[in-house]
């Protein structure tokens, strides 16, 4: 939990660093020369990339007492002078006024959309591919070495039911969906890079649009199937001792033969669900954000609770910027939408991987909903115990005639 929370307000401290000016620490260089306005050694850093802090010019947009007084009918235009002005429309401090259109038509100049334009084609998609590609790596890997993992016993021919129609309804209105939400954000991220130069222009416009139509009435079956699954299972996904079990002996993934004792759902399983329930509620709450521009701003929210835990200034990043502007709101909800998904897609690859060619019997499961008795007694030998307890209780139940 407490390594979870860290990691969070690490990727929160990493996404906010480029754009949320102001926010990343530094030390004051001396501007005499220039009177206090920025230098040449200001202006390389920004274009180095590197974090400038901006307060000696963010702090000075407008004090009516240190400007020049009104001398004449044609003087100064009261009490802020033009450069003034201009840092507090570039600050996002200055009192603009709008009849329409929100607090985002306040916003005349946000330059936190280049940092933003710069992570996503940058580190986002780079890492999110070395990311999804290492996962597939990974995989066929351990399925060189591995191999399918065999019903170890003899068959028995005789099946026993593990998931009921409703069950299997639920796990595909969530899996259906999050392959097609997987695989149309995959295109709107990666489309300009990969798909354009191959199609071009004119064939990737009708696909982009399509995609993200797909994508955006999509996302409401993936939150009905991400509900559906929760109720469902949640109870058989408590954590137990004999996690602790499963966990010694890697879950027998290693090694043939070592099948340590499961419920319903073993320690792997658990991981899945519960990795499944926080990004996908993760992943969900982000995609509203995005789905209803400006109505659901995140950030600057979840910042101030950050902040009140200390962890932020724990590790260096200082105090996490509570004031965004709605564009900068939206910057990060997408970001963080990528990110999220994209931790989730490796999740998922293991887990198709594991429900279909790398064991043997498993897809059963969630396909006709029968499995062999022997894979049952070997993966989840408690379980077939608990199933055979109650219809044996059902039975006497029916067998004993009401007095
Ligand atoms: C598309 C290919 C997929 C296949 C072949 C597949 C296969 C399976 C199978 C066979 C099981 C039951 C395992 C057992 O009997 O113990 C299962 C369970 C489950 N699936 Fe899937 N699944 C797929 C996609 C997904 C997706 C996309 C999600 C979520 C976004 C998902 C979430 C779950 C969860 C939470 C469970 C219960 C925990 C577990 O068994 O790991 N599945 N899946």
């Known amino acids: 939990m407490k390594r979870t929370a860290l990691a969070i307000v690490f990727l929160l401290a990493f996404l906010t660093q ?6 990343a620490q530094d030390t004051a260089p001396d501007r005499s020369a220039t009177g206090g306005a920025q230098t040449l050694e200001d202006i390389l850093k920004r274009q180095r990339g590197e974090p400038v802090d901006d307060s000696f010019r963010s702090d ?5 007492n240190s400007a020049a007084a009104m001398s004449s009918q044609l003087g100064t235009l009261g009490g ?12 996002g401090t ?13 916003v005349l100049i946000q330059d936190g ?3 933003w334009l710069a992570f996503r084609e940058g580190p986002l998609a780079t890492y999110g591919a070395l990311l999804l590609g290492g996962t597939i790596v990974l995989l066929a890997l351990f399925f060189l070495i591995r191999g399918r993992i065999r019903i170890d016993g003899e068959k028995t021919g005789l099946t026993i039911t593990r998931f009921k129609a409703i069950e299997r309804f639920g796990h595909w209105l969530l899996g259906g ?3 097609l939400l997987a695989l149309t954000g995959l295109l709107t991220l990666f489309g300009r890079m990969a798909i354009i130069p191959l199609v071009g222009h004119d064939a990737f416009a009708p696909l982009a649009h399509f995609s993200k139509w797909i994508h955006n009435n999509v996302s409401w079956a993936f939150m009905l199937g991400l509900i559906m699954v929760f109720v469902m299972w949640v109870a058989h996904n408590i954590p137990n001792k004999l996690d602790l079990k499963w966990i010694a002996v890697g879950g027998g993934l290693f090694k043939k033969g070592v099948h340590p004792p499961a419920k319903k759902f073993n320690f ?20 509203l954000s995005l789905l209803f521009p400006f109505d659901m701003p995140l950030f600057a929210a979840t910042f101030e609770k950050l902040n009140a835990t200390g962890l932020p200034q724990l590790f260096g990043y200082g105090t996490l910027p509570t004031q965004l502007a709605p564009q900068e709101e939206m910057q990060l909800a997408q970001l963080w939408h990528a990110i999220v998904a994209f931790v989730m897609m490796a999740l998922i690859l293991a887990h198709i991987y594991i429900g279909s ?3 043997e019997g498993a897809f059963d499961a969630m396909g006709s909903g029968e499995v062999e008795l022997q894979w049952a007694k070997e993966h989840h030998g408690l379980w077939v115990e608990e199933v055979r307890e109650e219809e044996r209780r059902k039975h006497t139940e029916h067998a004993v005639p009401a007095e």
């Open 18 to 23: 480029g754009l949320a000016p102001g926010f």
């Open 60 to 64: 000075k947009t407008g004090d009516p």
């Open 80 to 91: 802020v002078s033009d450069p003034e002005l201009w840092r507090a429309l570039r600050y």
């Open 94 to 106: 200055a009192d603009v006024k709008v009849s329409a259109g929100g607090p985002q038509a306040r």
């Open 113 to 115: 959309g280049m940092s």
């Open 177 to 179: 969906s999050f392959v």
């Open 268 to 287: 792997g399983q658990k991981l899945v669900f519960w990795g499944v329930i926080v990004l996908g509620v993760s992943v969900s709450v982000s995609g």
């Open 357 to 359: 060619i790398g064991m």
